[in-house]
């Protein structure tokens, strides 16, 4: 009996696959020739624009070539500047003073050039070449800054005449994309300069005032104080990164109310609460030292008695949250919006705050995407509370 059920499972699991090969013979393919020559066409374009939006360089070159010439169909396929040949792919290379100077036409008129077997010239017998096609390259401007060369076995045809016009104007656009992402971060390090300019003189102002009342009265004091300021300075005026850990910032800012304590004495509160699970987060360089500043310089200062401070770096899941508090003298939110907006800017010192504000917004929403921008609550008489979030990893984001 045991042999008989055997048999019968063993006849069930047979039909059974039989049953999964039939459906499996039955089922439609993958994909169809159509499908299967955009996926590659798409695929290799992809992993060209890569490189190139890196900028036109000898390395992004040699990598994009070698993947753009089967798209053109070309025997050989070859990138210039205005002065040189950055890479080619293929055969040619024997003809490249021929292609350098017509990639040095097309550059200066703009014109697509079309070369034939009388335009290159050669004593090799065995030489395939017998046409090229060298159309201009822009990035971003409107005169050329480059050219692509496609070389041909035979008389260039429409078809590779047009090939190359698309294939060009595709470069042209990663290229323009790689100069917008290249003012981006010119951008962003004129920013931080601006910072550093609109922030330090009130703070190196004051900080040395605060030093020098200390010169004799308790010169230990003083010399402390310089040794911070120094510390303070150093971090602020650095030449490298545009990044950098909550931990640097916060330790500059530690240093930065140091010596503002020495200012207001007892009148200046300050309280911290920081996650250290958030300490190595990567965050744009000088962001919350402005918040920290414009809550002691234009929050604070301005207010009677005793007033208090602060700072939380909270551990949220794949973020970091981190908030600066005061209870000095507020803002008005419509004058806050209509300023951050560089709508009314008024030539007061109160306007530089509203500037600082919008300054550090605008850098994290181009670092972080507008998603992680400032948020900032305030009226006039009830302090300020202005609230951002970190993502605690971002690709090139790197401290």
Not at 141 to 156: E, F, H, K, N, Q
Not at 250 to 267: M, Q, V
Not at 280 to 299: D, I, K, M, S
Request: glycine fraction near 8%; aromatic fraction near 4%; charge should be neutral.
């Amino acid at each position: 009996m045991p042999t008989a059920l055997a048999a019968v499972a063993l006849l069930v699991a047979l039909g059974l696959a039989v049953g999964a090969v039939f459906r499996l013979r039955r089922r439609p393919r993958i994909a169809t020739a159509t499908q299967r020559a955009t996926y590659e066409v798409l695929h290799a374009a992809g992993l060209a624009a890569e490189p190139l939006r890196a900028g036109l360089t000898t390395a992004s070159a040699t990598k994009a070539v070698r993947l753009l010439r089967p798209l053109i169909g070309a025997i050989g396929l070859a990138l210039f500047d205005v002065n040189e040949q950055l890479a080619l792919d293929g055969v040619g290379s024997h003809h490249a003073g021929h292609l350098a100077a017509a990639a040095q036409q097309t550059v200066r008129t703009g014109r697509t050039t079309v070369l034939d077997a009388g335009d290159l010239p050669c004593d090799r017998l065995d030489c395939p070449v017998r046409g090229a096609v060298v159309v201009p390259l822009s990035g971003g401007g409107s005169m050329p800054i480059a050219a692509l060369a496609a070389v041909t076995d035979d008389r260039p045809a429409p078809g590779l005449v047009q090939a190359s016009l698309e294939t060009a104007r595709w470069v042209s656009a990663q290229l323009s994309l790689a100069e917008l992402d290249s003012s981006r971060e010119r951008l962003a390090r004129a920013e931080v300069r601006a910072l550093r300019a609109q922030i330090s003189p009130h703070f190196i102002y004051n900080a040395l005032t605060a030093i020098a009342s200390f010169v004799r009265t308790d010169p230990d004091r003083a010399r402390e104080l310089l040794e911070e300021f120094a510390e303070f300075t150093r971090y602020s005026f650095r030449a490298h990164g545009e990044f950098t850990t909550l931990a640097e910032e916060l330790r500059s800012i530690d240093r930065y109310l140091t010596i503002e304590r020495a200012r207001f004495g007892d009148r200046l509160q300050v309280r911290l609460r920081i996650a250290p699970e958030v300490l190595p987060v990567t965050l744009p360089f000088l962001c919350l030292q402005p918040l920290v500043e414009n809550a002691v310089r234009h929050g604070l200062s301005r207010k009677p008695g005793v007033g208090s401070l602060r700072i939380e770096a909270e551990d949220a899941g794949s973020e970091c949250h981190i908030t600066v508090e005061d209870d000095g003298v507020g803002m008005d939110p419509q004058v806050l919006s209509r300023r951050a907006s560089g709508h009314d800017v008024a030539e007061d010192d109160e306007a530089g705050q509203h500037v600082g504000l919008a300054n550090v917004d605008e850098r994290l929403r181009s670092v972080f995407g507008d998603r992680f921008g400032l948020v900032v609550e305030t009226a006039l008489g009830a302090g300020t509370k202005v609230s951002l979030r970190i993502p605690k990893f971002r690709p090139g984001v790197r401290a």
